[in-house]
């Protein structure tokens, strides 16, 4: 009896050991799935944008000759593929984990697996000893009491209950190994599939990047053209901040008028709102960073702020909103609920157009066409116009900037990330 006793008392630790190790690896098998599930969703995305990014440089090239866009859009190509490279690298050392983490568990579901056969083999060796009737009446009988007949009784009974479960439990371990032994072959395959791919990656950046050397030796040497193009930006970025500056001070007059014949005190903020804008303006800000792009496709060309040339050394320039390169003949939309304020032209021809939302601003220019008018309500996604497209340089970019009163803001930080 005491023999039996040590078996059974080894049987119940492994059984708790073995839920306990099937419970673990169910878990983490469902953790690492949903990780690689948010590395490939990146993945999608960054190829996504890739796709178009190299659409618009195939269009750059249809120009006669290497051009400014032409080098700005690829040196968004270039920043793509590395953000690509990033994440293959990121998706191989989480692999590589998932690698070690199955090796590990296959280690220990062999050894677990070894213990509870080793256990089981002892109980159908002293099964087998006491395998006629006439021992286990013996071992009923010899009891001293009927109480002790009666707990020798039950423990025959669960004696052959934990048999059963025993087994079961063994069949369940070997299951589960050879789910981990697959899931390790998987993995494996993957990495395999991942290195290559990087490797490709880096085959194609060192392409790019040696593309990108050669267009910025050809167009240093056009540097009075690329001059004249900042002198002509500047003109227009500079017509753009006057006509909003205009917009901003006619309202403070205004609110200035209104509050005098009311005898009330000067407004202190550029706006003041009625309740109804006080509700779109609140929920202008509610919504930063998940505001709508102005147009369905395209990729951040110029970012917001002061930045270096890309081509002219010890030259800054300054940028009140960001660009967006996108497709020909695409659309600019509003992205949020507003009143069209001003319609405009600019230096080159195209115009712009100012929604105000409450006390918030949205600018879009560089628009071949312009599809709504002064005081005209827009809805969020509301197309406004077309971009246009510069027939020399085949560039197609949206400019658009967000104010809050008097205060330049960073669109980028406003709509929602792709």
Wanted: a negative charge; charged letters at 30%; proline letters at 2%.
């Amino acid at each position: 009896m005491g023999m039996t006793g040590k078996i059974i008392s080894f049987f119940d630790l492994n059984c708790k050991q073995i839920i306990f190790l099937l419970f673990i690896s169910v878990y983490a098998l469902n953790v690492c799935g949903q990780t690689r599930e948010d590395l490939e969703r990146e993945r999608q995305k960054i190829r996504e944008e890739m796709n178009l990014t190299n659409q618009l440089l195939e269009e750059t090239k249809k120009s006669a000759e290497t051009n400014l866009n032409q080098l700005v859009i690829l040196n968004n190509q270039i920043d793509q593929r590395e953000e690509l490279l990033r994440n293959i690298s990121n998706k191989i050392s989480f692999t590589n984990r998932q690698i070690d983490n199955h090796e590990q568990e296959i280690e220990k579901l062999n050894n677990e697996l070894e213990e509870l056969r080793e256990s089981y083999a002892e109980m159908i060796r002293y099964a087998y000893k006491n395998r006629d009737a006439y021992h286990r009446l013996m071992f009923l009988f010899s009891a001293q009491d009927f109480n002790q007949a009666y707990m020798r009784m039950r423990y025959m009974q669960q004696y052959a209950h934990h048999r059963k479960l025993q087994a079961k439990k063994i069949k369940e371990a070997t299951e589960m190994l050879d789910q981990q032994v697959a899931d390790l072959e998987e993995r494996k395959n993957e990495q395999q599939e991942l290195l290559v791919e990087h490797r490709e990656e880096i085959h194609k950046l060192t392409i790019e990047k040696e593309e990108q050397s050669k267009t910025v030796e050809v167009l240093r040497r056009k540097e009075q053209d690329l001059m004249d193009q900042l002198q002509h930006q500047e003109q227009e970025a500079e017509q753009l901040s006057e006509a909003i500056q205009k917009i901003i001070e006619e309202e403070r007059k205004r609110a200035a008028k209104k509050a005098k014949a009311e005898g009330r005190a000067t407004p202190t903020k550029a706006f003041e709102l009625t309740p109804e804008e006080e509700i779109i303006s609140d929920k202008f800000y509610e919504n930063k960073g998940n505001l709508p792009w102005p147009s369905e496709r395209g990729i951040i060309t110029r970012t917001f702020g002061e930045q270096d040339h890309p081509v002219l050394p010890g030259i800054r320039v300054s940028n009140d909103g960001i660009n967006i390169s996108t497709t020909e003949g695409a659309k600019a939309r509003a992205v949020f609920e507003g009143i069209v304020v001003r319609v405009f032209s600019v230096p080159s021809g195209d115009n712009a157009v100012i929604v105000r939302h409450g006390e918030f601003l949205t600018v879009y220019s560089n628009l071949s066409e312009v599809i709504v008018s002064n005081g005209q309500r827009v809805d969020t996604r509301q197309e406004i116009g077309v971009v246009s497209t510069d027939p020399r340089d085949r560039k197609t970019e949206l400019h658009l900037q967000v104010w809050r009163g008097n205060e330049k803001l960073n669109p980028a930080e406003w709509i929602a990330r792709r």
